[in-house]
């Protein structure tokens, strides 16, 4: 890196800057194509970590796994009624129930917030800094699944400032990043595969729409304030339908 910023710019990405140190470098990530690159790399770095990171027993294997346990309950009775009396019982009733909740399908709902909260506890809220549209929309060919719709509502208070890519629904979803005031909200979008999404909901105090539009699958996540969401939603959908 030629860029004498670019310290800054990875305690930025690090997460490791106040308010206004961070809207500084943001500033200047737009014009930078050294540290664009420092964003890019670590981005593509998280990319390939994240796709590590789902590894969930599938509904089929966790069927077999209660039935081969009945099984053994029906063989070995006295084995089983020795066992689960006391405390012996209380610690194998705690690992099954931790073992079946880890491994339990968590909803879309909660993947998309876990992913927002992730990537804001990381400091890696997006890969790609850029406000420009035509600097953000090329970099998820390669990145993601799919090629969003990427615009700037900066006028109504929704500022673009980059994006990343998560996996959603087992794809590579892209995640465009917008800043409203001081609150991040991040939109996700993927390829629709025909399966009804969610209803809107609240998880942990962050807000998570869902829509279709065209052949892609939508959400939007942010802790702002829900009106303010439906109306960055309703600036999406508008935008979206002028393309």
Sequence with gaps: MNCDQALKTQAYLDGELDALEAAAVEAHLEGCADCQAQCEAQGDLKSVLAGAQYHRTPPLVRARIARALDGEKKARPGFWTGITGGAGGMAIAAGLALFFLVHAPVGLADDLVAAHLGAIDSGHVFAVASSDHHTVKPWFAGHADVSPPVTDFAR????????????????????????????????????????????????????????????????AVSDTAPGELHDFAALVKKANGRE
């Design 156 to 219: 109504e208070g929704f500022k673009l400032v980059g994006g990343r890519a998560d996996r959603i629904a087992g794809q590579r979803a892209a995640v465009v990043i917008y800043r409203h005031g001081l609150h991040v909200v991040a939109l996700f979008s993927w390829a629709d595969t025909g399966r009804m999404l969610p209803s809107d909901t609240t998880r942990r105090g962050y807000h998570t729409l869902f829509w279709k539009q065209a052949d892609l699958d939508y959400a």
